[in-house]
T-cell receptor
Framework: AQSVTQLDSQVPVFEEAPVELRCNYS??????LFWYVQYPNQGLQLLLK??????LVESINGFEAEFNKSQTSFHLRKPSVHISDTAEYFC?????????????FGKGTLLTVNP | GAGVSQSPRYKVAKRGQDVALRCDPI?????LFWYQQALGQGPEFLTY????????KSGLPSDRFFAERPEGSVSTLKIQRTQQEDSAVYLC?????????????FGSGTRLTVV
């Protein structure tokens, strides 16, 4: 079984500031890792994913996350945030085997970008 | 369709009432998933279909919950004799790939309130 811990439930930042949303996971097997974003009144959207290969993965809108196996972390970063990045961000994990369809989510981090 | 469509968006049910929640996945997506998202929590896995076959229903919280996908397209999640603890957002997701380890497309969810 896996578990995901998102260490911050809320992160307020000012526009154009850098941000890091922290995610740690626990698993006894190899994993796939995901970040999903949920804008108000919308469904979850896949932001980026780590399946294998390069441990640094990037999204099209400037976010990046780095898989750190030794620290069992997959923190999400952006060097300069915009007002439009205000949303709830969920880290998720699945195993990389036969149950890879089953995602385990963290409780989410609400990112609020202020002008 | 262009995305995963769920209906109704909002449902208020009296305790003890039966409800049915509908999901229209993206056309051609073979994998379909239901998740439950309680207030302030991340989504939790309920069940998984591959075409019309329900391959995993381990996350259904009780025998009052039942899901079906008879023709391998539209799915219905039914909750019998609703209880207050069933109040949550119910999310449907679909995936083109068998399994889901490559990321899902989520619908906007149905918010169920049991009064």
């Amino acid at each position: 079984a896996q578990s995901v811990t998102q260490l911050d439930s809320q992160v307020p930042v000012f526009e154009e500031a850098p941000v890091e949303l922290r995610c740690n996971y626990s698993s006894s097997v190899s994993v796939y890792l995901f970040w999903y974003v949920q804008y108000p009144n919308q469904g979850l959207q896949l932001l980026l994913k780590y399946l294998s290969g390069s441990t640094l993965v990037e999204s099209i809108n400037g976010f990046e996350a780095e898989f750190n196996k030794s620290q069992t972390s997959f923190h999400l970063r952006k060097p300069s945030v915009h007002i439009s990045d205000t949303a709830e961000y969920f880290c998720a994990v699945s195993d990389d085997g036969g149950s890879n369809y089953k995602l385990t989510f963290g409780k989410g981090t609400l990112l609020t970008v202020n002008p | 369709g262009a995305g995963v469509s769920q209906s109704p968006r909002y449902k208020v049910a009296k305790r003890g009432q039966d409800v049915a929640l509908r999901c229209d996945p993206i056309s051609g997506h073979v994998s379909l998933f239901w998740y439950q998202q309680a207030l302030g929590q991340g989504p939790e896995f309920l069940t998984y279909f591959q075409n019309e076959a329900q391959l995993d229903k381990s996350g259904l919280p009780s025998d009052r919950f039942f899901a079906e996908r008879p023709e391998g397209s539209v799915s219905t999640l039914k909750i019998q004799r609703t209880q207050q603890e069933d109040s949550a957002v119910y999310l449907c997701a679909s995936s083109l790939a068998l399994g889901g380890g490559y990321g899902y497309t989520f619908g906007s969810g149905t918010r169920l309130t049991v009064v």
